[in-house]
């Protein structure tokens, strides 16, 4: 429920940029984080009525660097009815926040030392973090020996590629439909893991969603708990 309850907050969200951009409003070409409290704060300036050079004015942190691509970011045609719809749709994600919050603590709370331990591993690997590692304790389990290798486990996943050749010549294969919950999970550690400096994973950005899921439950074998 709490992967389905952050995929409607990602819908919303983006339903919210669409909104921006029927104004005319860039804002997200410039701030990379479209959830975080500089865009909330545009957000809410936006909603008052505010002219462009104040909504710069409105910027957190590093990004008040960037305050004259802000100002122009800012400059569209917001209307009543954009401010309607942006503020229904802040209510919805505020709630879904909050919804994900507190299936994150019902969670916690019912997990045992063991998978405490194991999740806390996952979690100090480059591009994991803990909702990835709790996806990967309640799919995968804690015990080892249910997957000899990590062949197996890529294999179990779905992430590995089908192999249809005929003739000398290799086909596209399509890869099963596996567990959709752990491999979104693999896909998003994947992603995350090649865009970290310092990591082995960063060729596996320009590889498709599976290949670079792929590459995730390698991860898992090194630890032996």
């Avoid at 015990?143 to 062949?151: D, G, I, K, L």
């Avoid at 197996?152 to 959709?180: F, M, T």
Wanted: charge should be positive.
């Amino acid at each position: 429920m709490r992967s389905q309850v952050v995929q409607d907050h990602t819908g919303v969200v983006n339903r919210l940029q669409a909104v921006l951009e029927d104004a005319n409003i860039k804002l997200a070409s410039v701030v990379s984080d479209i959830i975080g409290v500089s865009w909330r704060a545009m957000l809410e300036g936006l909603m008052e009525g505010r002219k462009p050079a104040e909504l710069a004015q409105l910027a957190k942190g590093k990004l008040r660097a960037k305050m004259p691509e802000l100002e122009q970011a800012g400059e569209g045609d917001f209307r009543k009815q954009h401010t309607f719809l942006v503020q229904r749709m802040l209510m919805q994600t505020r709630f879904l926040e909050n919804q994900e919050t507190a299936l994150r603590r019902a969670i916690g709370s019912h997990r045992n030392p063991q998978e405490r331990h194991v999740g806390v591993l996952w979690d100090s690997i480059p591009g994991v973090n803990e909702a990835v590692a709790w996806s990967m304790v309640a799919e995968m389990g804690t015990r080892v020996e249910q997957f000899p290798e990590a062949h197996h486990l890529a294999s179990w996943v779905a992430c590995c590629p089908g192999n249809h050749e005929s003739g000398g010549k290799r086909r596209r294969g399509r890869i099963r439909k596996g567990n959709p919950w752990l491999r979104d999970a693999m896909g998003e550690a994947a992603w995350a893991a090649a865009r970290t400096k310092g990591t082995t994973y960063r060729p596996c950005i320009a590889e498709s969603p599976p290949a670079a899921a792929r590459s995730a439950p390698w991860w898992r074998w090194p630890m032996r708990w």
